[in-house]
């Protein structure tokens, strides 16, 4: 169930997830996953998207790109035919793009059009249109074996290393022992600035929440959201919605994740903390996601 989160959208900005696989040969293959997103009605992704594009020539020591695979999905809105034409053009774009930074041979590109999404769909994220507007990128490198890596190391890789060890930290956070009112900081759930929008980097963290807490069911848990730039009790503008709530909606798109993948509602409840309690360490680090337990359901047993 879980995986279907990186089946949906991967993951990456400047951190990447990558899949490896031993070819026997002295060589591996690394497969990484990254999402673009578009406005309504258009082919051109986001500004901040061309990073995101761009953070996908990550491994310079000897590698080789031998496929990407581009997927393109609009929202439900719009017939069938338009929204396949207005996937492909957002396909071509994103390819138009790659070519322009590494002129790439057009026999490694595979090309997709899924058009709308549905209720129903595997990919489909209900209530939100944004994530449905969307072109999935998938790209697979031959890089010589680890050993010879190693020589010539850059610190894209240990990014990537990074934001692994960052995944199994939290696996180690949310436990069987946590006791009432403990809570657990996730600094790495990060929202596009004024939105309620999860950025890509946050989906393989969020999954491993989300497993964790299949996993350990007797927590009833309070999610609160946190901004980072307003006075005391000075709510946040939520640039998607217009209203002023922005932490509350953080919050609450937490929720909606937990529950789409199968969570129970009942555990949750959200709450919006505005920028009342800072960390004192960087607007980055106030931009956060926490959990509190404030129940202990001792009649749930874990699973197995």
Known sequence: MMLKIFLIVGLLLTTNFCLSQDTGKNEKIISVMSTVYFETDSDQFYHDSRKTIEDLFLFKNGSVVKQIILTGFCDERGSNSYNKDLALRRVKNVQDFFNSKGNFDPSIFEIHVRGELNPGDLEYFEGDYQLNRRVQINVSYEYPDSTLLNRNRDSEVIAVESQEKSLQKISSKITDSLKLNDKL????????????????????????????????????????????????????????????????????????????????????????????????????????????????????????
């Open 185 to 304: 900081v996730f600094n790495n759930v990060i929202f596009y600035p004024g939105t309620h929008r999860l950025r890509e980097i946050s989906y393989p963290v969020m999954d491993s929440m989300i497993n964790s807490l299949m996993i350990h069911k007797k927590y009833e848990i309070e999610i609160q959201g946190h901004i980072c730039c307003n006075g005391y009790n000075e709510p946040g503008l939520d640039k998607d919605t217009g209203q002023w709530n922005l932490s509350t909606a953080r919050a609450e798109q937490i929720k909606r994740f937990f529950v789409k993948y199968g969570l129970d509602p009942t555990r949750f409840t959200t709450i919006g903390k505005m920028a009342n309690f800072k960390t004192g360490k960087s607007d980055f680090y106030d931009r956060r996601v926490e959990l509190r337990i404030t129940a202990i359901r001792e009649n749930e047993t874990e699973k197995e």
